[in-house]
């Protein structure tokens, strides 16, 4: 339990006075996102993409100004209008879109609660069951019957289309809640508190949890068998802690931030059986938490104790121990980051007191992803984003945050006011930042479109080898083409074009050396053969001579060369290409490597993938300019903004004020290291958020 400073009784957060637009805007940007996210699944005719958005809108409209019921209608959720999803004769399929919904809301229910809570306040309506969220996967159910019954597909073609969109909407609908939230959030819609929510849960699934939000269940898990015992809220018991003691441990917390000692409590009551509640002989904090403060009483910013209720008094059960017990647990998280540098994880240890005041004076910290506290912790972390694991506490960066951090100690008077004007602070950072990052790597666009350049070539010089190939040759001859001479036809083209005489002599020596391996029948075609031989092979050793290509595999390929031109002299038959020799090119795609590209004492690593050629891809989830990812390149973890994406080959441009380079990723590379969690955006996380999911997993692990 958390004390507030407001009315207790008017804890659902109000909606504002431009709600209606709010909600007008919130429903354009959901239908829009969906109907996104359906045409890349399922390509469709705009009809019966429009058609589909008018039946989701439809059940948003309705429920977004459907009044609370009563009755039989309250008891089961639904509306008279709502009860099956299509024509009773169709059983079979409104039982499979139920599951599809019930499924649904299981997969994306943190997401989708998120949501939930903020629609509450949003609409004005504690009542609003989840079963009746404008934005549930009830009305994409919905939709999809009306785009079914648009498409004209019969039964069978209908389910397996659902089969299909609900493997991937399982695995993209969260994103786009995440997405509604962050909408919501901007707008400054808060989340509503769970315990005030009035309408019972009806959907037949575990889609909404009580607290699914990690820190919430962190904090019940912590009041345990203990706290479920606790007297009723009303009485005079209700807390062991009374509000009079309360304010008296807040203002113990201010004296450990002013002065780095606890004054001794005096005139308070024993603690309970099993209490550590220091006593006027007890030692100071800095005895019992040595590791928050230095010599000389100042703030130490290595060791990142957490500070819990054991240390400061508080009784085992009680709820404000839970309280206190959830921060430090989620500080303690935050400290194990192995991607925050000692210097940030010091700035965030020293606003563990102002953070945990504003814990224990405002319910809705733990519920409310928005929350300022919160938020600066947040946005804390992403000011410092990509700084290298060792940065110096002297790197600007962290001497801002540790200003910042101390201005916050300095000011925070009980008022979750004074955080506004800090985390506009730390917004002003970030964009410097990542204006300055923009900056640094528009030096690097010379060698991106240098790259560019080489890829378009290595496209064309593969299709006019495949091409030729297409004529059929022996696996010896097509393995040399494909593997050696397309870098000389690469070399060609960068160096003078297809109209350049490279390219035009590189490309006929091709074409005759496949000419003279067929079986020559009459004596013209043997003379000309003994004409053409001495100019080819000058033609083809210069080649090889230019791309640097070993002595040994020269020697073996003019022998293959000479064995088979005897053979076409005596008429046999040229040998046919293999299916092993036809599936190189499907071979070398799927490989990757490291390369460089360098201009003076500029460098340019790469992540790419062989002679590809341009394959621009559309990666998910959606990669934009302005992002920071976290990506392996070798054995070094790396973290990133994506400044550009070129237009021409999708390769991703990436830089790091601390990098003294930038790298170029291949955008199937970086999709696959995505799907497979090698690499994560990383500038949308939270960090609290994150931190919290760690403790609870922690403290599931060492309950079970």
Known sequence: MAYQ??????????APEDAFAILRDCRTFYLKQLGQLLQEAEPVSPKAIQVFQEAVGSYFDEMASSARRSGFEDAQGLTASRISLVKESDLELDIRLTDFTSRLMEKTGGDLWRVYLRFITLLARPDLSTADNPVGPKGIALGLTELCAELGENHDKTLDRIDRLETYLAQNLSYL???LNDFLGARKIAAAQPALITAPDTTPVASAPTAPNAAVLLQQQLLGPAGATLPAANSPAAN??????????LARLDDLERTGHLAPLVGEPSAPSGGNRPTGNDPSLETLIPGLFTAGKEKALVAHKPLNSNELGIPTGAPEAATIDTLAKIFEAIFASPNLPDAVKGALSSLQIPTLKAAMLDASFFTDEAHPARRLLDKMARAAIGQAIDVSSRHPVCVSLQQIASRVRSEYTN??????????ELD???????????????????????????????QRSLQFIESILARGAPDSIAAFLREQWHKVLLVSLLEGGEQGNAWQENTAAINDLLWSIQPKSD???RKRLAKILPPMLQKLNAGMARIGVPADVQSAFLDTCFELQTAAMRGLATPAASDQAAAIPALRESRSFMGELAAG?????TLD?????????????PVQPGHWLRFALGEEVLCGRLCQISPESGMLLLANPDWDYAVAIHPGILDGMLKSGSARICSNESLFNLAAEQALQRANRASG
């Open 415 to 424: 008022n979750t006011d004074i955080f506004a004007p800090h985390i506009a």
């Open 5 to 14: 400073t407001t009315n207790p009784t008017s804890t659902t957060p109000q």
């Open 523 to 525: 004596v013209d075609e």
């Open 428 to 458: 002003a950072l970030i964009a410097s930042r990542d204006e300055a990052v923009a900056r640094s790597a528009e030096a690097y666009l010379p060698l991106l479109y240098q790259l560019d350049r080489q890829k378009q070539a290595a």
């Open 177 to 179: 809640y995440a997405k």
């Open 609 to 621: 993938r062989p002679d590809d050629g341009i394959q621009p891809i559309r990666l998910r989830p």
């Open 601 to 605: 004492e500029r460098i340019l690593k």
């Open 240 to 249: 062991l802690l009374s509000q009079a003691m309360f304010e008296r441990l």
